[in-house]
């Protein structure tokens, strides 16, 4: 995993463009492999949480993120608990189905602690289940200490394929995942390409872990690209214009 500090009003401002393009190519039909996007430019766009967050039970163990309040923006936001469940957002059903000419790019989203109190923890960062319920994890690589979101928009890039160190965790629930990373994590063997095209080709399940410390926190999301041709932000606005070309 690779994280870089962004400008997020900059960000905003430039992904506007590519959207105009993706709304093209919907129409036109030529949208086939456009990455899925979300930048929460006017409401949660379908994500929930998962976890143990501070927020009004919604029902089926998940609850909706704040968007707005007293950290109002264009992303979405949550209050940890404390109660010692691991946050995750919970992607919508655009993000699900059959992926599989996603594999071999890019999962890029931005990460944001407002707030924090304790120590950093070790959790997977990004699952995957598949319909048939194989499951892959994705762990920061290194120290984990050093991917840990602080008071400013973090950008993180994981390539979906193996490459990136992606591990079977089939078999594995996320109500395990307190005690999952150390237990679990050494002995889990690498995802292959195979697996990793099977699992995003029938894909039933995206998570993306919010909270990284074991105190009170405040986590937000924002920029979440899925199936991006580019480690860069930027370049993916080139892809799709690109594609766009390639269609005239």
Same mark, same amino acid.
Request: aromatic share 16%; proline share 4%; charged share 20%.
């Given at each position: 995993? /690779?994280?870089?500090?962004?400008?997020?009003?900059?960000?905003?401002?430039? !992904?506007?463009?590519?959207?105009?393009?993706?709304? $093209?190519?919907?129409?036109?039909?030529?949208?086939?492999?456009? #990455?899925? $996007?979300?930048?929460?430019?006017?409401?949660?766009?379908?994500?929930?949480?998962?976890?143990? #967050?501070?927020?009004? &039970?919604?029902?089926?163990? =998940?609850? /909706? #993120?704040? &968007?707005?309040?007293?950290? +109002?923006?264009?992303?979405?936001?949550?209050? %940890?608990? /404390?109660?010692?469940?691991?946050?995750?957002?919970?992607?919508?059903?655009?993000?699900?189905?059959?992926?599989?000419?996603?594999?071999?790019?890019?999962?890029?989203? *931005?990460?944001?602690?407002?707030?924090? %109190?304790?120590?950093?923890?070790?959790?997977?960062?990004?699952?995957?289940?598949?319909? @048939?319920?194989?499951?892959?994890?994705? $762990? =920061?690589?290194?120290? &984990?200490?050093?991917?840990? #979101?602080?008071? =400013?928009?973090?950008? &993180?890039?994981?390539?979906?394929?193996?490459? +990136?160190?992606?591990?079977?965790?089939?078999?594995?629930?996320?109500?395990?995942?307190?005690?999952?990373?150390?237990?679990?994590? %050494?002995?889990?063997?690498? +995802?292959?390409?195979?697996?990793? =095209?099977? !699992?995003?080709?029938?894909?039933?399940?995206?998570?993306?872990?919010?909270?990284?410390?074991?105190?009170?926190?405040?986590?937000?999301? *924002? @920029?979440?690209?899925?199936?991006?041709?580019?480690?860069?932000? !930027?370049?993916?606005?080139? *892809?799709?214009?690109?594609?766009?070309?390639?269609?005239?």
């Amino acid at each position: 995993m /690779v994280y870089i500090k962004v400008s997020n009003k900059l960000k905003k401002k430039i !992904v506007i463009f590519p959207v105009l393009i993706l709304t $093209f190519l919907g129409v036109t039909g030529c949208s086939a492999t456009a #990455p899925e $996007f979300s930048t929460f430019s006017s409401n949660d766009e379908g994500w929930v949480v998962i976890g143990d #967050p501070a927020l009004p &039970y919604e029902g089926g163990g =998940s609850y /909706v #993120p704040e &968007y707005g309040g007293e950290y +109002a923006g264009e992303y979405i936001w949550v209050e %940890d608990s /404390v109660l010692g469940g691991v946050m995750y957002w919970v992607a919508p059903s655009k993000y699900l189905g059959d992926k599989s000419h996603y594999h071999g790019k890019y999962l890029q989203y *931005d990460l944001r602690e407002f707030y924090r %109190d304790g120590y950093a923890f070790p959790a997977a960062d990004v699952w995957l289940i598949s319909n @048939n319920g194989t499951t892959l994890v994705y $762990f =920061s690589q290194g120290n &984990y200490a050093n991917y840990t #979101p602080d008071d =400013s928009w973090n950008n &993180y890039e994981i390539k979906l394929d193996s490459s +990136a160190g992606w591990k079977n965790a089939t078999g594995i629930s996320l109500s395990e995942d307190s005690s999952f990373p150390t237990q679990y994590s %050494d002995e889990l063997t690498f +995802a292959t390409d195979t697996q990793i =095209s099977g !699992v995003l080709g029938s894909l039933a399940a995206l998570y993306i872990r919010a909270e990284f410390t074991n105190g009170e926190d405040i986590d937000a999301l *924002d @920029n979440v690209y899925f199936g991006s041709s580019s480690r860069n932000w !930027v370049s993916n606005i080139s *892809d799709i214009f690109r594609r766009f070309l390639e269609q005239l």
